[in-house]
């Protein structure tokens, strides 16, 4: 038995070498498929550069501004007013617009501040929290807006006094407050 096992063994070994000799000899491919392999680059492509003048370039950026207003939501245009002319855009002594936002809760307790909001924004109002500090702690503030006609934000605040009972006030929107703002 012993030797039976003995020669698979160097039967084994000897077809392991030819293996090892004599595949990379016929997998190889010959000398010159080598070469032709190693030589041949594709072409680089050719690129053919057109004029351009200002008016063509003016075009495409007004045909790209239009098509990326089209694919904007509508929620982020502030519909609700009837003024989008130059007039109802203001901008203060810092360069930066004049809007209004509607105060309507102080809250000390964070889940009582989310609740509100989410009622809120279950009636289609675009609402967020900020958190203020005041002399007794922090407060995180519900606030409706900004809008950029006050006139506007006057008539949601009725709307939402005669629906929610919430009596509110009507704040300058200051950008600086969105650092305290609590997403959600």
Excluded: H
């Amino acid at each position: 038995m012993e030797t039976k096992l003995k020669q698979r063994a160097i039967g084994a070994i000897v077809l392991t070498c030819l293996a090892i000799i004599l595949l990379p000899m016929l997998l190889d491919g010959s000398p010159e498929d080598r070469e032709r392999v190693l030589a041949e680059f594709p072409e680089p492509p050719m690129v053919t550069l057109t004029e351009l003048s200002v008016e063509d370039i003016e075009r495409r950026m007004q045909q790209g501004a239009n098509a990326s207003a089209a694919k904007l939501p509508k929620m982020l245009v502030d519909m609700s007013s009837e003024k989008n002319d130059a007039e109802a855009f203001k901008l203060d002594a810092n360069q930066l617009p004049i809007s209004w936002s509607l105060q309507l809760g102080s809250f000390e307790n964070a889940d009582n501040a989310r609740a509100l909001r989410e009622k809120l924004r279950a009636a289609n109002y675009r609402t967020y929290i900020i958190e203020a500090g005041t002399e007794t702690g922090k407060t995180l503030r519900v606030l409706v807006g900004p809008m950029l006609d006050k006139s506007v934000l006057e008539q949601t605040a009725t709307k939402i006094e005669s629906v929610f009972g919430l009596k509110g006030r009507i704040l300058r929107y200051n950008i600086q407050d969105d650092k305290g703002q609590i997403g959600g």
